[in-house]
Protein backbone atom coordinates (compact mmCIF):
# COMPACT_ATOMS: atom_id res chain seq x y z
CA UNK A 1 0.00 0.00 0.00
CA UNK A 2 2.39 2.50 1.02
CA UNK A 3 4.90 1.51 -1.36
CA UNK A 4 2.64 2.33 -3.94
CA UNK A 5 1.72 5.56 -2.73
CA UNK A 6 5.37 6.08 -2.57
CA UNK A 7 5.96 4.98 -6.27
CA UNK A 8 2.92 6.72 -7.56
CA UNK A 9 4.46 10.72 -6.03
CA UNK A 10 7.66 9.52 -7.09
CA UNK A 11 6.70 9.32 -10.62
CA UNK A 12 4.75 12.57 -9.96
CA UNK A 13 7.66 14.31 -8.88
CA UNK A 14 9.63 13.25 -11.51
CA UNK A 15 7.24 13.89 -13.98
CA UNK A 16 7.21 17.26 -12.87
CA UNK A 17 11.28 18.08 -12.52
CA UNK A 18 11.46 17.08 -15.83
CA UNK A 19 9.22 19.84 -17.32
CA UNK A 20 10.72 22.48 -15.35
CA UNK A 21 14.09 20.96 -16.94
CA UNK A 22 13.28 20.69 -20.11
CA UNK A 23 10.83 24.11 -20.08
CA UNK A 24 13.62 26.43 -21.15
CA UNK A 25 14.42 24.57 -24.33
CA UNK A 26 11.01 26.03 -25.14
CA UNK A 27 10.34 29.41 -23.87
CA UNK A 28 10.82 33.07 -24.66
CA UNK A 29 13.56 34.60 -22.44
CA UNK A 30 10.25 36.41 -20.94
CA UNK A 31 8.61 33.05 -19.44
CA UNK A 32 12.12 32.13 -18.04
CA UNK A 33 12.69 35.19 -16.04
CA UNK A 34 8.83 34.63 -14.88
CA UNK A 35 9.94 30.81 -13.90
CA UNK A 36 12.75 32.46 -11.83
CA UNK A 37 10.74 34.13 -9.90
CA UNK A 38 8.29 30.97 -9.38
CA UNK A 39 11.34 29.44 -8.37
CA UNK A 40 12.72 31.78 -6.21
CA UNK A 41 9.31 32.33 -4.81
CA UNK A 42 9.05 28.13 -4.16
CA UNK A 43 12.77 28.42 -2.60
CA UNK A 44 11.84 31.40 -0.10
CA UNK A 45 8.89 29.67 1.06
CA UNK A 46 10.57 26.40 1.52
CA UNK A 47 12.80 28.11 3.92
CA UNK A 48 10.28 30.15 5.68
CA UNK A 49 7.65 26.73 6.04
CA UNK A 50 10.45 25.12 8.12
CA UNK A 51 10.35 28.04 11.00
CA UNK A 52 6.64 28.40 10.22
CA UNK A 53 5.02 25.51 8.88
CA UNK A 54 7.39 22.71 11.11
CA UNK A 55 8.10 24.64 14.14
CA UNK A 56 5.47 26.77 14.29
CA UNK A 57 7.14 30.63 14.75
CA UNK A 58 5.44 33.32 12.38
CA UNK A 59 8.17 35.49 11.63
CA UNK A 60 7.30 38.17 8.98
CA UNK A 61 10.51 39.50 9.15
CA UNK A 62 12.35 37.30 6.72
CA UNK A 63 13.37 40.08 3.45
CA UNK A 64 16.00 40.74 6.79
CA UNK A 65 17.92 37.49 5.86
CA UNK A 66 17.67 37.33 2.27
CA UNK A 67 18.64 41.26 2.32
CA UNK A 68 21.59 39.92 4.95
CA UNK A 69 22.82 36.81 2.59
CA UNK A 70 21.97 39.20 -1.06
CA UNK A 71 24.47 42.38 0.46
CA UNK A 72 26.95 40.17 2.37
CA UNK A 73 27.93 37.85 -0.78
CA UNK A 74 27.91 40.88 -3.46
CA UNK A 75 29.79 42.89 -1.39
CA UNK A 76 32.56 40.68 -0.49
CA UNK A 77 32.18 39.96 -4.15
CA UNK A 78 32.67 43.75 -5.50
CA UNK A 79 35.03 44.83 -2.80
CA UNK A 80 37.76 41.75 -2.24
CA UNK A 81 36.45 39.42 -5.18
CA UNK A 82 35.45 36.66 -2.86
CA UNK A 83 34.01 34.27 -5.12
CA UNK A 84 29.87 33.70 -4.58
CA UNK A 85 29.62 30.42 -3.48
CA UNK A 86 32.16 31.46 -0.46
CA UNK A 87 30.10 35.15 -0.14
CA UNK A 88 27.10 32.60 -0.17
CA UNK A 89 28.39 30.77 2.99
CA UNK A 90 29.17 33.67 4.64
CA UNK A 91 25.91 35.07 4.11
CA UNK A 92 24.26 32.42 5.41
CA UNK A 93 26.41 32.31 8.37
CA UNK A 94 25.71 35.88 9.28
CA UNK A 95 22.06 35.35 8.87
CA UNK A 96 21.93 32.31 10.53
CA UNK A 97 23.53 34.79 13.22
CA UNK A 98 21.32 37.54 12.56
CA UNK A 99 18.15 34.82 13.12
CA UNK A 100 19.32 32.99 16.40
CA UNK A 101 20.25 36.36 17.93
CA UNK A 102 16.97 37.76 16.92
CA UNK A 103 15.19 34.35 18.29
CA UNK A 104 17.08 33.96 21.53
CA UNK A 105 16.32 37.61 22.72
CA UNK A 106 12.77 36.89 21.90
CA UNK A 107 12.24 33.33 23.27
CA UNK A 108 14.07 33.76 26.25
CA UNK A 109 12.06 36.80 27.35
CA UNK A 110 8.85 34.89 26.58
CA UNK A 111 7.66 36.71 23.56
CA UNK A 112 6.02 34.46 21.43
CA UNK A 113 2.63 34.42 19.02
CA UNK A 114 1.93 37.62 17.01
CA UNK A 115 4.79 39.80 19.70
CA UNK A 116 7.42 37.56 18.16
CA UNK A 117 6.11 38.03 14.68
CA UNK A 118 6.10 41.82 15.24
CA UNK A 119 9.57 42.05 16.66
CA UNK A 120 10.67 40.48 12.74
CA UNK A 121 8.91 43.04 11.63
CA UNK A 122 11.29 45.54 14.11
CA UNK A 123 14.85 44.31 13.22
CA UNK A 124 13.76 44.55 9.55
CA UNK A 125 12.64 47.78 9.64
CA UNK A 126 16.17 48.27 11.66
CA UNK A 127 18.27 46.71 8.81
CA UNK A 128 16.67 48.83 6.27
CA UNK A 129 17.66 52.22 7.67
CA UNK A 130 21.00 51.04 8.64
CA UNK A 131 21.47 50.37 5.37
CA UNK A 132 20.54 52.88 4.20
CA UNK A 133 23.37 54.73 5.53
CA UNK A 134 25.93 52.13 5.31
CA UNK A 135 28.19 53.91 2.92
CA UNK A 136 30.75 51.01 2.54
CA UNK A 137 27.87 48.72 0.77
CA UNK A 138 26.51 52.34 -1.24
CA UNK A 139 24.03 53.04 1.39
CA UNK A 140 20.64 54.21 -0.16
CA UNK A 141 22.63 55.29 -3.26
CA UNK A 142 22.83 50.72 -3.90
CA UNK A 143 25.35 48.64 -4.41
CA UNK A 144 26.07 47.24 -8.30
CA UNK A 145 27.94 44.32 -9.60
CA UNK A 146 30.10 44.52 -12.19
CA UNK A 147 28.04 43.40 -15.05
CA UNK A 148 30.31 41.72 -17.85
CA UNK A 149 29.07 39.91 -21.31
CA UNK A 150 30.54 36.69 -21.42
CA UNK A 151 30.43 34.46 -24.48
CA UNK A 152 29.47 31.49 -22.59
CA UNK A 153 28.30 31.65 -18.20
CA UNK A 154 30.37 31.26 -15.77
CA UNK A 155 29.18 29.35 -12.87
CA UNK A 156 32.05 29.71 -10.40
CA UNK A 157 31.26 33.64 -10.79
CA UNK A 158 28.16 33.17 -11.21
CA UNK A 159 28.20 35.57 -14.00
CA UNK A 160 26.33 34.32 -17.12
CA UNK A 161 22.54 34.12 -18.41
CA UNK A 162 19.01 33.38 -17.07
CA UNK A 163 18.79 29.88 -17.82
CA UNK A 164 22.07 29.49 -15.61
CA UNK A 165 20.79 31.04 -12.46
CA UNK A 166 17.04 28.75 -13.86
CA UNK A 167 18.93 25.85 -13.72
CA UNK A 168 20.70 26.99 -10.03
CA UNK A 169 17.15 27.68 -8.13
CA UNK A 170 15.78 24.87 -9.95
CA UNK A 171 18.39 22.87 -7.94
CA UNK A 172 18.06 24.98 -4.26
CA UNK A 173 14.66 23.74 -4.60
CA UNK A 174 14.96 20.32 -5.45
CA UNK A 175 17.55 20.64 -2.33
CA UNK A 176 15.30 22.65 -0.14
CA UNK A 177 12.56 19.66 -0.49
CA UNK A 178 15.51 16.96 0.27
CA UNK A 179 16.35 18.51 2.81
CA UNK A 180 12.62 19.48 4.58
CA UNK A 181 11.71 15.81 4.21
CA UNK A 182 14.48 14.60 5.68
CA UNK A 183 14.58 16.90 8.49
CA UNK A 184 10.84 16.16 9.17
CA UNK A 185 11.89 12.09 9.48
CA UNK A 186 14.38 12.52 11.96
CA UNK A 187 14.39 13.38 15.99
CA UNK A 188 14.61 17.37 15.05
CA UNK A 189 11.20 17.08 12.71
CA UNK A 190 9.42 15.24 15.11
CA UNK A 191 10.63 17.63 18.08
CA UNK A 192 9.60 21.10 15.79
CA UNK A 193 6.06 19.46 15.17
CA UNK A 194 5.49 18.84 18.82
CA UNK A 195 6.48 22.44 19.35
CA UNK A 196 4.30 23.74 16.52
CA UNK A 197 1.15 21.63 18.37
CA UNK A 198 1.91 22.18 22.13
CA UNK A 199 5.11 23.81 23.54
CA UNK A 200 3.82 22.90 27.20
CA UNK A 201 3.26 19.08 26.41
CA UNK A 202 6.32 19.01 24.46
CA UNK A 203 8.54 20.19 27.30
CA UNK A 204 7.30 18.00 29.15
CA UNK A 205 8.58 15.10 27.11
CA UNK A 206 11.77 16.26 27.58
CA UNK A 207 11.92 18.55 24.62
CA UNK A 208 14.07 21.71 24.74
CA UNK A 209 11.14 23.82 23.62
CA UNK A 210 13.74 27.31 23.63
CA UNK A 211 16.75 25.24 21.86
CA UNK A 212 14.13 23.91 19.20
CA UNK A 213 12.69 27.34 17.88
CA UNK A 214 16.46 28.54 17.85
CA UNK A 215 17.66 25.38 15.87
CA UNK A 216 14.59 26.26 13.24
CA UNK A 217 14.86 29.91 13.17
CA UNK A 218 18.39 29.37 12.44
CA UNK A 219 17.87 27.43 9.90
CA UNK A 220 15.76 28.80 7.99
CA UNK A 221 17.20 32.40 8.07
CA UNK A 222 20.49 30.70 6.58
CA UNK A 223 18.58 28.77 4.18
CA UNK A 224 16.72 32.50 2.94
CA UNK A 225 20.38 33.82 3.12
CA UNK A 226 21.57 31.57 0.23
CA UNK A 227 18.48 33.16 -2.19
CA UNK A 228 19.59 36.33 -1.69
CA UNK A 229 23.04 35.61 -2.24
CA UNK A 230 22.20 33.83 -5.90
CA UNK A 231 19.48 36.59 -6.67
CA UNK A 232 21.82 39.53 -5.98
CA UNK A 233 23.65 38.21 -8.95
CA UNK A 234 21.12 37.96 -11.16
CA UNK A 235 19.89 41.24 -10.33
CA UNK A 236 23.23 42.90 -10.38
CA UNK A 237 21.90 45.67 -7.89
CA UNK A 238 20.96 46.38 -4.42
CA UNK A 239 18.99 49.02 -3.00
CA UNK A 240 17.99 48.84 0.67
CA UNK A 241 14.18 50.16 -0.32
CA UNK A 242 13.70 47.36 -2.44
CA UNK A 243 15.61 44.32 0.03
CA UNK A 244 14.39 45.05 3.50
CA UNK A 245 10.89 45.64 2.99
CA UNK A 246 8.25 44.39 4.90
CA UNK A 247 6.30 43.96 1.27
CA UNK A 248 8.88 41.68 0.69
CA UNK A 249 8.58 39.46 4.15
CA UNK A 250 5.07 39.27 2.80
CA UNK A 251 5.65 37.92 -0.40
CA UNK A 252 7.57 35.24 1.22
CA UNK A 253 5.03 34.05 3.15
CA UNK A 254 2.23 33.99 1.09
CA UNK A 255 3.18 31.08 -1.36
CA UNK A 256 3.33 28.67 1.45
CA UNK A 257 0.03 30.10 2.55
CA UNK A 258 -1.63 29.89 -0.44
CA UNK A 259 0.09 26.03 -1.07
CA UNK A 260 -0.04 24.93 2.36
CA UNK A 261 1.95 26.01 5.83
CA UNK A 262 3.91 22.90 6.81
CA UNK A 263 3.43 21.03 3.92
CA UNK A 264 6.16 19.68 1.74
CA UNK A 265 5.35 21.26 -1.21
CA UNK A 266 2.53 23.70 -0.42
CA UNK A 267 5.72 26.28 -0.79
CA UNK A 268 6.14 25.28 -4.28
CA UNK A 269 2.30 24.89 -5.69
CA UNK A 270 1.82 27.90 -4.14
CA UNK A 271 4.57 29.60 -6.01
CA UNK A 272 3.49 28.02 -9.02
CA UNK A 273 -0.18 29.40 -8.44
CA UNK A 274 0.75 32.86 -7.29
CA UNK A 275 3.36 33.43 -10.48
CA UNK A 276 0.63 31.82 -12.61
CA UNK A 277 -1.97 34.26 -11.27
CA UNK A 278 -0.02 37.41 -11.22
CA UNK A 279 1.32 36.97 -14.82
CA UNK A 280 -2.28 36.23 -16.03
CA UNK A 281 -3.40 38.93 -14.25
CA UNK A 282 -0.88 41.40 -15.96
CA UNK A 283 -1.63 40.14 -19.40
CA UNK A 284 -5.66 41.14 -18.50
CA UNK A 285 -4.37 44.01 -17.22
CA UNK A 286 -2.35 45.34 -20.35
CA UNK A 287 -5.49 44.34 -22.79
CA UNK A 288 -7.95 46.42 -20.78
CA UNK A 289 -5.65 49.31 -19.09
CA UNK A 290 -6.81 49.72 -15.80
CA UNK A 291 -4.31 50.60 -13.61
CA UNK A 292 -4.57 48.98 -10.68
CA UNK A 293 -6.36 46.01 -11.79
CA UNK A 294 -4.42 43.62 -11.60
CA UNK A 295 -3.99 44.01 -7.47
CA UNK A 296 -7.54 43.88 -7.43
CA UNK A 297 -7.91 40.67 -8.58
CA UNK A 298 -5.09 38.80 -7.48
CA UNK A 299 -5.82 39.96 -3.83
CA UNK A 300 -9.46 38.41 -4.80
CA UNK A 301 -8.12 35.26 -6.12
CA UNK A 302 -6.34 34.53 -2.73
CA UNK A 303 -8.86 35.95 -0.79
CA UNK A 304 -10.93 33.00 -2.56
CA UNK A 305 -8.09 30.18 -1.94
CA UNK A 306 -7.60 30.87 1.19
CA UNK A 307 -11.78 31.07 2.38
CA UNK A 308 -12.25 27.84 -0.35
CA UNK A 309 -8.80 25.97 1.33
CA UNK A 310 -7.45 27.28 4.68
CA UNK A 311 -5.36 24.71 4.94
CA UNK A 312 -3.73 25.61 1.41
CA UNK A 313 -3.75 23.87 -2.01
CA UNK A 314 -1.81 21.06 -1.63
CA UNK A 315 -3.74 19.03 0.62
CA UNK A 316 -6.30 19.43 -1.55
CA UNK A 317 -4.70 18.70 -4.75
CA UNK A 318 -3.27 16.07 -3.29
CA UNK A 319 -6.53 14.08 -2.44
CA UNK A 320 -7.68 14.94 -6.18
CA UNK A 321 -4.23 12.86 -7.54
CA UNK A 322 -4.43 10.45 -5.28
CA UNK A 323 -0.79 11.01 -4.15
CA UNK B 1 10.32 -1.18 52.75
CA UNK B 2 12.31 0.72 49.80
CA UNK B 3 13.67 3.95 49.47
CA UNK B 4 11.81 6.72 48.89
CA UNK B 5 11.52 8.01 45.06
CA UNK B 6 10.14 11.04 45.09
CA UNK B 7 9.51 13.28 48.14
CA UNK B 8 7.67 16.57 48.34
CA UNK B 9 8.59 18.64 52.06
CA UNK B 10 6.66 21.16 53.38
CA UNK B 11 5.43 22.72 49.64
CA UNK B 12 3.77 25.78 49.55
CA UNK B 13 2.54 27.47 46.49
CA UNK B 14 0.52 30.70 46.29
CA UNK B 15 -1.53 32.50 43.76
CA UNK B 16 -1.72 36.61 44.44
CA UNK B 17 -4.22 35.90 47.36
CA UNK B 18 -5.00 32.18 47.44
CA UNK B 19 -2.81 29.31 48.94
CA UNK B 20 -3.30 26.56 46.15
CA UNK B 21 -1.03 24.13 47.99
CA UNK B 22 0.04 24.89 51.97
CA UNK B 23 2.87 23.20 53.32
CA UNK B 24 2.11 19.79 51.83
CA UNK B 25 4.88 16.83 52.84
CA UNK B 26 4.37 13.05 51.51
CA UNK B 27 6.63 10.71 50.18
CA UNK B 28 5.91 8.38 47.31
CA UNK B 29 8.40 5.20 47.78
CA UNK B 30 10.13 3.31 44.88
CA UNK B 31 7.49 1.23 43.14
CA UNK B 32 4.58 2.57 45.00
CA UNK B 33 1.48 4.18 43.77
CA UNK B 34 0.43 6.87 45.34
CA UNK B 35 -3.31 8.65 45.28
CA UNK B 36 -3.80 12.05 45.51
CA UNK B 37 -7.52 12.92 45.99
CA UNK B 38 -9.66 15.72 47.08
CA UNK B 39 -12.70 17.56 46.30
CA UNK B 40 -11.95 20.42 42.72
CA UNK B 41 -10.02 22.95 43.54
CA UNK B 42 -8.52 21.11 46.58
CA UNK B 43 -4.79 22.13 44.62
CA UNK B 44 -4.17 18.30 43.15
CA UNK B 45 -3.19 19.60 39.82
CA UNK B 46 -1.30 22.37 40.82
CA UNK B 47 1.23 19.69 43.04
CA UNK B 48 1.59 18.07 40.01
CA UNK B 49 2.54 21.17 38.21
CA UNK B 50 4.98 21.85 40.79
CA UNK B 51 6.36 18.44 40.74
CA UNK B 52 7.15 19.04 36.94
CA UNK B 53 8.39 21.51 37.05
CA UNK B 54 5.96 23.94 35.19
CA UNK B 55 5.79 26.30 38.70
CA UNK B 56 8.30 27.10 41.60
CA UNK B 57 7.14 26.88 44.45
CA UNK B 58 7.45 29.17 47.06
CA UNK B 59 8.92 27.61 49.36
CA UNK B 60 9.56 23.63 50.30
CA UNK B 61 11.28 21.15 48.69
CA UNK B 62 10.88 18.74 46.00
CA UNK B 63 13.41 16.08 45.82
CA UNK B 64 14.01 12.79 43.26
CA UNK B 65 15.58 9.85 44.07
CA UNK B 66 18.85 11.91 45.85
CA UNK B 67 18.24 15.02 43.51
CA UNK B 68 16.82 17.80 44.64
CA UNK B 69 14.39 18.89 41.63
CA UNK B 70 12.85 22.09 43.28
CA UNK B 71 12.21 24.31 40.16
CA UNK B 72 13.40 23.20 37.73
CA UNK B 73 12.01 23.36 33.99
CA UNK B 74 9.71 21.20 32.46
CA UNK B 75 11.91 19.21 30.12
CA UNK B 76 14.71 19.15 32.84
CA UNK B 77 11.96 17.17 34.95
CA UNK B 78 11.52 14.81 32.10
CA UNK B 79 15.05 13.83 31.90
CA UNK B 80 15.08 13.66 35.58
CA UNK B 81 12.67 10.92 35.29
CA UNK B 82 9.48 12.75 35.12
CA UNK B 83 6.69 11.55 32.61
CA UNK B 84 2.99 13.27 33.14
CA UNK B 85 -0.23 13.43 31.40
CA UNK B 86 -1.92 16.13 31.31
CA UNK B 87 -5.71 16.79 32.44
CA UNK B 88 -6.64 18.77 29.94
CA UNK B 89 -5.43 16.55 27.23
CA UNK B 90 -2.88 18.05 24.90
CA UNK B 91 -2.41 15.73 22.00
CA UNK B 92 -0.67 16.82 19.06
CA UNK B 93 -3.86 16.87 17.04
CA UNK B 94 -1.86 16.87 13.56
CA UNK B 95 0.15 14.11 14.32
CA UNK B 96 -1.05 10.43 14.10
CA UNK B 97 -1.41 8.44 17.63
CA UNK B 98 2.42 7.00 16.54
CA UNK B 99 3.66 10.18 15.79
CA UNK B 100 3.02 11.42 19.01
CA UNK B 101 4.11 8.67 21.54
CA UNK B 102 7.35 8.32 18.85
CA UNK B 103 7.83 12.14 19.91
CA UNK B 104 8.30 10.89 23.03
CA UNK B 105 10.37 7.65 22.58
CA UNK B 106 13.09 10.03 21.06
CA UNK B 107 13.42 10.95 24.70
CA UNK B 108 15.58 7.74 24.79
CA UNK B 109 17.26 7.57 21.50
CA UNK B 110 17.76 9.82 18.09
CA UNK B 111 16.99 6.81 15.49
CA UNK B 112 13.60 6.94 14.28
CA UNK B 113 13.40 3.11 13.40
CA UNK B 114 14.49 2.69 17.78
CA UNK B 115 11.95 5.26 18.08
CA UNK B 116 9.07 3.15 16.09
CA UNK B 117 9.62 0.37 17.33
CA UNK B 118 9.45 1.44 21.13
CA UNK B 119 6.36 3.55 20.63
CA UNK B 120 4.88 0.60 18.52
CA UNK B 121 5.22 -1.97 22.20
CA UNK B 122 3.85 1.35 24.08
CA UNK B 123 0.67 0.92 22.36
CA UNK B 124 0.23 -2.23 22.25
CA UNK B 125 0.42 -1.78 26.07
CA UNK B 126 -2.71 0.25 26.42
CA UNK B 127 -4.60 -1.13 23.74
CA UNK B 128 -3.92 1.86 21.16
CA UNK B 129 -2.21 -0.69 18.57
CA UNK B 130 -5.19 -0.63 16.28
CA UNK B 131 -5.36 3.52 15.68
CA UNK B 132 -1.22 3.71 15.30
CA UNK B 133 -2.05 5.48 11.95
CA UNK B 134 -4.96 7.66 13.19
CA UNK B 135 -4.49 11.30 13.49
CA UNK B 136 -4.52 11.75 17.30
CA UNK B 137 -7.48 14.66 16.95
CA UNK B 138 -9.64 12.00 15.85
CA UNK B 139 -9.79 9.97 18.93
CA UNK B 140 -12.51 9.44 21.87
CA UNK B 141 -11.81 11.19 24.89
CA UNK B 142 -10.52 8.16 26.38
CA UNK B 143 -8.21 7.04 23.68
CA UNK B 144 -7.06 10.51 24.21
CA UNK B 145 -6.06 9.75 28.00
CA UNK B 146 -4.71 6.57 26.99
CA UNK B 147 -2.79 8.69 24.77
CA UNK B 148 -1.22 11.01 27.32
CA UNK B 149 -0.25 7.81 29.30
CA UNK B 150 1.41 6.42 26.26
CA UNK B 151 3.44 9.41 24.92
CA UNK B 152 4.95 9.91 29.01
CA UNK B 153 5.56 6.32 29.33
CA UNK B 154 7.48 6.29 26.04
CA UNK B 155 9.87 8.77 28.10
CA UNK B 156 10.83 6.17 29.76
CA UNK B 157 9.96 7.89 33.27
CA UNK B 158 10.85 6.70 36.91
CA UNK B 159 7.98 8.06 38.19
CA UNK B 160 4.82 8.96 36.15
CA UNK B 161 2.00 11.91 37.57
CA UNK B 162 -1.51 10.50 36.20
CA UNK B 163 -4.35 13.47 36.34
CA UNK B 164 -7.52 11.64 36.15
CA UNK B 165 -6.81 9.33 33.11
CA UNK B 166 -9.79 7.08 34.33
CA UNK B 167 -11.98 10.09 34.15
CA UNK B 168 -14.68 9.12 31.16
CA UNK B 169 -14.07 5.60 30.92
CA UNK B 170 -16.38 2.82 31.17
CA UNK B 171 -16.27 0.68 34.54
CA UNK B 172 -14.97 -2.56 32.31
CA UNK B 173 -12.02 0.45 30.96
CA UNK B 174 -11.31 1.41 34.00
CA UNK B 175 -10.45 -2.34 35.40
CA UNK B 176 -8.06 -2.83 32.27
CA UNK B 177 -6.65 0.36 32.73
CA UNK B 178 -6.03 -0.60 36.95
CA UNK B 179 -4.65 -3.99 35.37
CA UNK B 180 -2.51 -2.17 32.79
CA UNK B 181 -0.37 0.12 35.61
CA UNK B 182 -0.24 -2.54 38.19
CA UNK B 183 1.16 -4.63 35.54
CA UNK B 184 3.66 -1.75 34.60
CA UNK B 185 4.78 -1.17 38.31
CA UNK B 186 5.09 -5.16 38.61
CA UNK B 187 7.33 -5.47 35.91
CA UNK B 188 9.34 -2.29 35.39
CA UNK B 189 9.44 -1.17 38.90
CA UNK B 190 7.67 2.01 37.35
CA UNK B 191 6.35 4.51 40.10
CA UNK B 192 3.25 6.29 40.00
CA UNK B 193 1.64 9.52 41.83
CA UNK B 194 -2.03 9.72 40.05
CA UNK B 195 -4.65 12.00 40.83
CA UNK B 196 -8.34 10.40 39.92
CA UNK B 197 -12.13 11.07 41.01
CA UNK B 198 -13.13 7.86 40.08
CA UNK B 199 -12.65 5.51 43.41
CA UNK B 200 -13.16 2.29 42.02
CA UNK B 201 -9.56 3.06 40.25
CA UNK B 202 -7.87 4.71 43.24
CA UNK B 203 -8.99 2.59 45.63
CA UNK B 204 -8.07 -0.40 43.79
CA UNK B 205 -4.64 1.11 42.66
CA UNK B 206 -3.20 2.94 45.26
CA UNK B 207 -0.83 1.71 48.01
CA UNK B 208 -1.03 4.63 49.84
CA UNK B 209 -3.82 7.51 49.58
CA UNK B 210 -3.27 11.54 50.31
CA UNK B 211 -6.23 13.58 50.66
CA UNK B 212 -5.97 17.20 49.81
CA UNK B 213 -8.74 19.84 51.02
CA UNK B 214 -8.10 23.79 50.51
CA UNK B 215 -4.72 22.79 49.38
CA UNK B 216 -3.64 21.17 52.36
CA UNK B 217 -2.78 17.89 53.51
CA UNK B 218 -5.91 16.42 55.95
CA UNK B 219 -5.36 12.77 55.61
CA UNK B 220 -3.10 10.09 54.41
CA UNK B 221 -2.54 5.90 54.79
CA UNK B 222 -3.82 3.28 53.03
CA UNK B 223 -7.19 3.02 51.39
CA UNK B 224 -9.29 1.16 53.59
CA UNK B 225 -7.75 3.71 56.63
CA UNK B 226 -8.65 6.67 54.45
CA UNK B 227 -11.86 5.52 53.18
CA UNK B 228 -13.11 5.80 57.12
CA UNK B 229 -11.76 9.11 57.93
CA UNK B 230 -14.09 11.08 59.12
CA UNK B 231 -12.99 14.21 57.50
CA UNK B 232 -12.47 13.23 54.43
CA UNK B 233 -16.31 11.57 54.46
CA UNK B 234 -17.09 15.09 55.64
CA UNK B 235 -15.33 16.81 53.03
CA UNK B 236 -14.59 14.83 49.86
CA UNK B 237 -16.10 11.22 49.67
CA UNK B 238 -19.44 12.34 51.23
CA UNK B 239 -21.52 9.54 53.36
CA UNK B 240 -22.97 7.28 51.07
CA UNK B 241 -19.31 6.05 50.12
Redesign the interface.
Known amino acids: MTGELDRRRLVALVAFVFVLAVLPFFLADYFLSVLIVFLVAAYLGQSWNIMMGFAGQLSIGHALYYGLGAYVAAALYVHWGVLPWFGMIAGAVVAGAAGAGIAALSFRFGVTGVYFALLTIAFNEFTHILFNHFSWVGGSAGLFLPVVNLAHNDFVHLRGSPAMFYYLLLAMVLGALGLSRFLL???IG??W??IR??P??????????FRGKLAAMTLSASLTAIAGSVMAFYDNNLYPDTIFTTARSVEIITAPIIGGI?TLMGPIVGALVLTVLGEAMTTVNASLGIAGLKQFFYSGALVLIVLVQPSGLWPWLKRQLRL | MSANLLTLDGVTKRFRGLTAVDNVSFAVPQGGILGLIGPNGAGKTTLFNLI?G?FRPDSGSITLGERDITGM???H???VGI??T?QLV??????SVL?NV???A??RG?D?AT?ERYAHTILERLALADKAAQPAASLTLPERKRLEVA??L??GPRLLLLDEVMAGLRPTEIDTMVRTFEALVHETGLTILLTEHVMRAVMALSHQIVVLHHGQKICEGPPETVARDAKVIECYLGSGA
Request: overall charge positive; hydrophobic content about 45%.
Open positions: RRRYYLAEDEAAASLGIDVG | AVSPHACNGRFRPFGALQMVGFHAPARAAT
